[in-house]
Nanobody, 121 residues
Framework: QVQLVQSGGGLVQAGASLRLSCAASGRTFSSLHMGWFRQAPGKEREFVASIRWNGGYSSTNYADSVKGRFTISRDNAKNTMYLQMDSLKPEDTAVYHC????????????WGQGTQVTVSS
């Protein structure tokens, strides 16, 4: 089974930056499609960003709300995925989860433990 262990997060002021990390074990990292999700109090979980490895490059996708501010990346040698968050806004406040799915599936069924990101105005 796949295990995902997260690190990062914290409390910052608006305009600051944070980087989240997600280390995977149990499967070959390059065989998984990876993504980030977040859930704010009283709201449903929402998609943030995703990344997949296409042999020689990474293909990424972002929610409109974070385009231009967040950057998703992965280091296959270290089995680690990152979410670089710049120009943070109070509305980015949420619990962030990394997730993974097999390449032939559409559902993310492996989840990290989550980490709190709080952005004050």
């Amino acid at each position: 089974q796949v295990q995902l262990v997260q690190s990062g997060g914290g409390l910052v002021q608006a305009g600051a930056s944070l980087r989240l990390s997600c280390a995977a074990s149990g499967r070959t990292f390059s065989s998984l499609h990876m993504g980030w999700f977040r859930q704010a109090p009283g709201k449903e979980r929402e998609f943030v960003a995703s990344i997949r490895w296409n042999g020689g490059y990474s293909s990424t996708n972002y929610a409109d709300s974070v385009k231009g501010r967040f950057t998703i990346s992965r280091d296959n040698a270290k089995n680690t995925m990152y979410l670089q968050m710049d120009s943070l806004k109070p509305e980015d406040t949420a619990v962030y989860h990394c997730a993974a799915r097999d390449i032939d599936t559409v559902q993310y069924n492996y989840w990290g433990q989550g980490t709190q990101v709080t952005v004050s105005s």
